[in-house]
C-alpha cells in the first residue's frame, strides 16, 4: 500500500502532460492532446491491471495514483518556479549555498556533472535535434562535429 506501479504511471502521465502542454513548442495542439490521452490511457491500463492481476485493491490503486499525480504536480511546480527565481543570485543570503548562480543554473551545473540535461528550453528541440541528424547522416563522426559547431555558435 499503495501501489508502487499507479503511482510511477500517474506520476510520468501527469507530468509528461504537463509538460509537453506548458513548456513543448514542438508540438501542435491536436499532437498534444493525442499524445497526453494516449499517455493517460496507458497509466489508467497499467493501474487497472494490478486489480486485475489481483495484486492490488482498489483503495490501494486509487491511493498509488493519487499521490502519483500530486507529486507530478508539485514537482512540475517547483521546476517551474526555479527556472524564473533569482534565489541565491545577484548577492543573495543564499550566496554561500550558491556560488552566486540563480537557484536553477546551480541545478543545472550540478546536472552537468552527471551529464543530466534540460533540452527543452530549446524553442523546437524536436526539430532542432532532427536537422542536426540530417546534416550529420553521414556518420557518427560528423554528426558529433556538427553538434560541436552548433554548440559553439550559442
Given at each position: 500500500m499503495p501501489s508502487s506501479h499507479a503511482q510511477f504511471?500517474?506520476?510520468f502521465a501527469v507530468y509528461f502532460s504537463l509538460w509537453i502542454h506548458r513548456r513543448?513548442?514542438?508540438?501542435?495542439?491536436t499532437v498534444r492532446w493525442a499524445l497526453s490521452g494516449g499517455i493517460l490511457a496507458v497509466s489508467v491500463t497499467v493501474a487497472l491491471s494490478r486489480i486485475y492481476l489481483s495484486y492490488h485493491t482498489v483503495g490501494q490503486v486509487a491511493c498509488g495514483?493519487?499521490?502519483g499525480a500530486l507529486f507530478a504536480v508539485i514537482w512540475f511546480l517547483i521546476t517551474a518556479w526555479m527556472r524564473v527565481t533569482d534565489l541565491g543570485g545577484k548577492g543573495g543570503m543564499f550566496d554561500w549555498i550558491t556560488g552566486g548562480r540563480r537557484l536553477w543554473e546551480l541545478v543545472m551545473w550540478i546536472g552537468g556533472v552527471?551529464?543530466?540535461k534540460d533540452l527543452c528550453t530549446e524553442v523546437d528541440i524536436?526539430?532542432?535535434e532532427w536537422e542536426v541528424w540530417r546534416r550529420g547522416a553521414l556518420g557518427v563522426a560528423d554528426g558529433a562535429r556538427i553538434l560541436q559547431e552548433e554548440r559553439k555558435r550559442k
Open positions: 504511471m500517474a506520476f513543448s513548442k514542438g508540438f501542435s495542439p495514483y493519487f499521490i552527471g551529464y543530466v524536436v526539430r532542432w
